[in-house]
């Protein structure tokens, strides 16, 4: 069975710096996606990036990107220039290519931002 | 023009009463998730559909029923709830190719 990992449950980070959350992952598969999803305080489940487990290249969105290590099974999201409306739950999440296959999430990393 | 909405978004009941949440999706996508956020934010499947035909049931009480009238709706009936009821459900949907689900906004449900 597949499982994610985040092993900070809590970060903080002075605004306008750079953080990084960790994320492990385990499976047999080779095929998958990996995605961030970050809960503000509405509770809202909003994507913030997803990766495709065969492409090599680390996906970015803007202040988002991640660093993506197949072999290792890694799986980390740096926030560059963090804002006060960064601060959330961030929920690291696998799904395995099959077209219905469910997201499993890890248990979250909760980041605040110090002004 | 939301595109997965639930209803309610708070639920207060007592213990043993029986209550519905409903979901509907408006993005055309083929499958839809029940998943329960508990008071430690842990996110976990309970269910799936895809057009109308459930494929995944992880285990869930079975007080608990799922129910897809069409595509875009996905409803999930409680019976008899019990105060470990109480959590967070977010309904999800996607479509093909896609990989990622989107999120309605979660109903609270507070059992007391």
């Known amino acids: 069975a597949q499982t994610v990992t985040q092993s900070q449950p809590e970060m903080s980070v002075q605004e306008a710096e750079t953080v990084t959350l960790s994320c492990t992952y385990d499976t047999s598969e080779s095929d998958y996606y990996l995605f961030w999803y970050k809960q503000p305080p509405s509770r809202q489940m909003i994507l913030v990036i997803r990766q495709e487990a065969y492409k090599q290249q680390n996906a970015t969105e803007n202040r988002f990107s991640v660093n993506f290590q197949k072999a290792a099974k890694s799986f980390s999201l740096k926030i560059s220039d963090s804002q006060l409306g960064d601060a959330a739950m961030y929920f690291c999440a696998y799904r395995s290519r099959n077209r219905d296959d469910k997201i499993i999430f890890g248990k979250g990393t909760r980041l605040h931002i110090l002004p | 023009d939301t595109a997965v909405s639930q209803t309610p978004k708070y639920l207060v009941t007592q213990m043993g009463n029986d209550k519905s949440i409903k979901c509907e999706q408006n993005?055309?996508?083929?499958?839809m998730y029940w998943y329960k956020q508990d008071s430690k934010k842990f996110l976990k499947i309970m269910f799936s559909?895809?057009?109308?035909?459930?494929?995944i049931n992880e285990t869930v009480p079975n007080r608990f029923s799922p129910k897809s009238p069409d595509k875009a709706h996905l409803n999930l009936h409680i019976n008899s709830l019990e105060l470990g009821d109480s959590a967070v459900y977010f309904c999800?949907?996607?479509?093909?190719?896609?990989?990622?689900?989107?999120f309605g906004p979660g109903t609270r449900l507070t059992v007391t």
């Open positions: 559909y895809n057009n109308k035909e459930l494929i």
């Open positions: 999800a949907s996607s479509g093909q190719g896609l990989g990622e689900q989107y």
């Open positions: 993005l055309g996508h083929d499958t």
